[in-house]
Nanobody, 136 residues
Framework: QVRLVESGGGAVQAGGSLRLSCAVS????????MGWFRQAPEKEREAIAV????????????????SYANSVKGRFTISKDNAKNTLHLEMNSLKPEDTAMYYCAAVRPPLWAALTALGGNVFDARGQGTLVTVSS
C-alpha cells in the first residue's frame, strides 16, 4: 500500500517561497506519474464566482520529465529524490491566489495526462495535504 505524507506548508507573504515535500512509502511502480494538486479552502471557493476546483499543478514521471499547469509554470518546480523516496515542490514568487491545500498524489496515467488526472478524483494514492497561505 502506498502512503504519502506532505510537509512544508505554511504562511508566507506574496513574493515569497516555500518548499513542499512528500514522503513516499510503498510500491508506486504501477503509477505512471506522481505530482501535486491543490484545492482552495472551502471559504475561498465559496467566494470565487468561477469554480476553483481541484487543480493539478505539477507532475513528474519515472524518467524525471515534468509537466506544469500554466498557472504555476515558471514559478514552481517539481522534483524527486529517488534515494530518499521524496517528492518536492519548490514554489517561488508566490501569489495570494496560490493559497490552497496542497496534496501529493500518485496517478495511473502517463505524464501527458497526469495533470488532468491530478485535477480529477481518481488516484492510486494521495496524501492528507498541507496548507499554504499567501498574504498580500
Amino acid at each position: 500500500q502506498v502512503r504519502l505524507v506532505e510537509s512544508g506548508g505554511g504562511a508566507v507573504q506574496a513574493g515569497g517561497s516555500l518548499r513542499l515535500s512528500c514522503a513516499v512509502s510503498g510500491d508506486t511502480s504501477k503509477s505512471g506519474s506522481m505530482g501535486w494538486f491543490r484545492q482552495a479552502p472551502e471559504k475561498e471557493r465559496e467566494a470565487i464566482a468561477v469554480g476553483n476546483e481541484r487543480e493539478g499543478i505539477a507532475a513528474i514521471d519515472s524518467g524525471g520529465s515534468t509537466s506544469y499547469a500554466n498557472s504555476v509554470k515558471g514559478r514552481f518546480t517539481i522534483s524527486k529524490d529517488n534515494a530518499k523516496n521524496t517528492l518536492h515542490l519548490e514554489m517561488n514568487s508566490l501569489k495570494p491566489e496560490d493559497t490552497a491545500m496542497y496534496y501529493c498524489a500518485a496517478v495511473r496515467p502517463p505524464l501527458w495526462a497526469a495533470l488532468t488526472a491530478l485535477g480529477g478524483n481518481v488516484f492510486d494514492a494521495r496524501g492528507q495535504g498541507t496548507l499554504v497561505t499567501v498574504s498580500s
